[in-house]
């Protein structure tokens, strides 16, 4: 009897994210929030400034324009955040969190989720986060979504490429404006993946 073709294991991971993905949200409906409001709560806490609107939230989250107005019109009147006119374009909105919606996302506990990866080894996280990140990236390419990764990976970031200005040292190669150091950690709407060498 020829020997059997081992079962692939991409459905089992597609299952496992699943399951996760649902126990992370379960745990997600505290401190007066719903999921969809906590996920636009953190993406404003890591959003650069081009990100910080609600078409880009729409984006990130993978909503609609109308649900996510809904949210922010949630977080508004519990004074999690404000709107605000953009000083760079000044018919665009701009997000920002109030100091109570900062000060509540630090006061979040872990989700049960987030307990389960603390308690894998440091070089197992590190694994770990770069496998999902991969398996994210490709999916995001599939499907033509945006990425957004980190301004420091971006192909546009130029390290050190504004020199003494205010505001830098780097510099966005897209949009010509200083970048600091801090502004380098932030996710961007803009993110676009260096090719592979
Ligand atoms: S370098 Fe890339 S990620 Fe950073 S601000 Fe510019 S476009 Fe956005």
Redesign the pocket.
Known sequence: MPARKPASPVPKIAALLERLARLGRAGRFRNGLNPAQGDALNYLAVA????RNPSALADFLGSTRGTVSQTLIALERKGLIVRQTDPRDRRAIALELTREGRALLESGDETAVERAARGISGANQAVLAGLLAEVLAEAQRQNAFRTF??????????RDGSGKVAGGP??????S?A?SDS??L???????TPKAA
Do not use: A
């Not at 780097?170 to 949009?175: D, E, K, S």
């Not at 932030?186 to 676009?192: A, V």
């Open positions: 650069n400034r081009y990100s990764g980190m301004c420091g990976t971006c192909i546009h970031f130029q780097h510099r966005c190669g897209l949009t404006e970048l502004d380098s932030l996710i961007c709407r803009e993110h676009t």
